[in-house]
């Protein structure tokens, strides 16, 4: 997959079929769409698959509006390399003022050369957002593409939305975070050295500052899997200030890995942790030894989580 930041960078000539949004998150109703462009490609081999995306964080900016996200640019490639061959970052004050017919001549026509156009049923585009899928069938003719509509993916009676999966996050339950994005959200980082606090309680952590740009879940406990050195691990994690045993305000995860021997430095390693379950959320505990067993009550939690699951995978 090739990864373009602007358009003007796309200089792919062949015909293409094409999605485009926001795509933060990539949950289930973006990936039917994904899906869909990429079965045009497996039957016309000609074609190249495109994800175009507009990028609003310049935009947000510039309006002081929230400008955190479910999915880094990064997160959004990784979840994509392999599936397509064109991922396209359009910062979205590049096109804000386009009128809508110019969008279609010039960018889904000129730029991409699109011969399938997939949107979601809410798809709008243009200036003040005029375009729509009733437009985009009406010039389909005139500009020589066909034009899919996709349905909603439903989630009982709410449809699937970044939004929906935000106000899910804001109550910790990951285990529907997850059902609505269709694997486990994901947050990444440097391990940074910490307190030493876990390692002086029997149970050491290694130590992520998030991105700053990274929509996190409420403060507290979690069951989750750490990939460290090309290795999975399950785990428990804490995200929060560690208010026991630290004083700044800033915002960690310490992650604790099962069955882990430190065979190397991790300090400047990259990891990956992956939430499955809120435990509890975070409080200050009356002294250390207080916290100390809550924490080995936690790490007793995660593991008959995780041997539950492995049961279930055995029972099927």
């Not at 899910?168 to 030493?196: E, F």
């Not at 804490?238 to 915002?251: F, L, S």
Request: aromatic share 10%; with cysteine.
């Amino acid at each position: 997959m090739q990864y373009i930041t602007g358009l003007e960078q796309y200089k792919e000539k062949a015909g293409s079929a094409v999605t485009l949004g926001k795509f933060d998150g990539l949950h289930r109703g973006h990936r039917k769409l994904v899906e869909r462009v990429m079965e045009h490609v497996e039957e016309e081999t000609d074609l190249k698959s495109v994800v175009c995306f507009f990028d609003m964080t310049e935009f947000k900016a510039r309006m002081h509006l929230d400008g955190k996200k479910l999915m880094t640019n990064a997160e959004r490639a990784f979840r994509l390399e392999n599936r397509v061959d064109y991922l396209v970052e359009c910062p979205f004050l590049s096109v804000k003022e386009m009128e809508a017919e110019q969008f279609i001549e010039q960018i889904l026509c000129g730029v991409f050369h699109a011969k399938y156009i997939v949107v979601g049923e809410n798809f709008r585009f243009g200036h003040e957002r005029r375009g729509d899928t009733e437009m985009l069938k009406k010039y389909a003719k005139r500009y020589g593409y066909t034009i899919e509509v996709m349905e909603n993916e439903m989630y009982g009676s709410r449809v699937v939305s970044s939004t929906y999966v935000r106000e899910v996050m804001k109550t910790g339950d990951m285990y529907l975070v997850n059902r609505l994005l269709s694997y486990p959200y994901t947050i990444a980082g440097t391990v940074v050295k910490g307190d030493q606090q876990g390692r002086e309680m029997g149970s050491p952590t290694m130590d992520i500052i998030p991105c700053e740009e990274k929509i996190l879940p409420p403060k507290g406990t979690y069951i989750c899997k750490i990939r460290s050195g090309g290795d999975w691990y399950q785990g428990v994690c804490n995200i929060g200030t560690k208010p026991t045993v630290a004083q700044n305000e800033e915002r960690t995860l310490s992650a604790h890995l099962f069955c882990y021997e430190e065979k190397e430095e991790v300090y400047g390693r990259e990891i990956i942790v992956q939430l499955y379950q809120y435990l509890r959320p975070e409080r200050k505990f009356a002294d250390v030894h207080a916290l100390k067993n809550q924490i080995q009550d936690d790490i007793r939690e995660g593991k008959r989580y995780f041997f539950q699951v492995a049961n279930r995978g055995r029972n099927r």
